[in-house]
């Protein structure tokens, strides 16, 4: 099996890239906030779902995988990660219309502010029943993670109406706690 030498961070044109919905405030008089969490009752070409409790959990998961990372020698720069998958996945490319991407070389990627999931963090961190959940990866560590596990090749097996339902095991997901290669604060 060969491994992809980038990682792809895929973006809504109208937020621009490197965003994080994290850094935005869970209050209701947030319109950016609201728009993103009821969008999808709007846009048809809006696949993307997110429950009443999501930032809370996603708050709680992402202070787990800081704190993993960190326990792993990671020397994160940011509070809050970037997105992005190793190598590329039409399923996610494909799961809003007029979806960006960029693509990064992972030998640009620094190895202390860059970790891996398998797969997207937010299953990886909330379920057990898997050896690589609960567990955050590092860099150096992908082709063995890649070798004992392989990529995850289901990629449009997963229907978009219920995707939240089901394994969820499509991509390996890179973090980048910092500000990427190429980009200003």
């Known amino acids: 099996m060969r491994l992809p030498e980038f990682a792809t961070h895929y973006y809504l044109s109208e937020n621009g890239p490197f965003r994080s919905l994290s850094e935005l405030s869970a209050g209701s008089e947030d319109p950016v906030f609201l728009n993103l969490l009821t969008r999808h009752q709007r846009d048809p070409n809006y696949r993307r779902r997110y429950g009443r409790n999501y930032i809370e959990v996603r708050s709680k998961v992402e202070a787990r995988l800081r704190e993993l990372f960190i326990a792993r020698g990671g020397k994160p720069r940011r509070r809050h990660p970037f997105y992005l998958v190793l190598g590329e996945s039409p399923w996610f490319r494909d799961l809003n ?3 960006n991407e960029l693509k990064i070389p992972l030998s640009q990627l620094d190895h202390e502010t860059t970790s891996l999931t398998y797969p997207d963090s ?6 057990d029943d898997k050896p690589y959940y609960n567990q955050v990866f590092l860099l150096s560590e992908m082709s063995e993670l890649v070798r004992r596990f392989g990529i995850p090749e289901n990629d ?3 229907p978009y109406e ?20 190429g980009f200003k604060a």
């Open 162 to 181: 219920r995707y939240w339902e089901t394994e969820f095991e499509l991509y390996i997901e890179v973090q980048l706690w910092d500000i990427p290669p």
């Open 122 to 127: 937010f299953i990886a961190l909330s379920r």
């Open 97 to 99: 219309a007029n979806q």
């Open 156 to 158: 449009h097996a997963v």
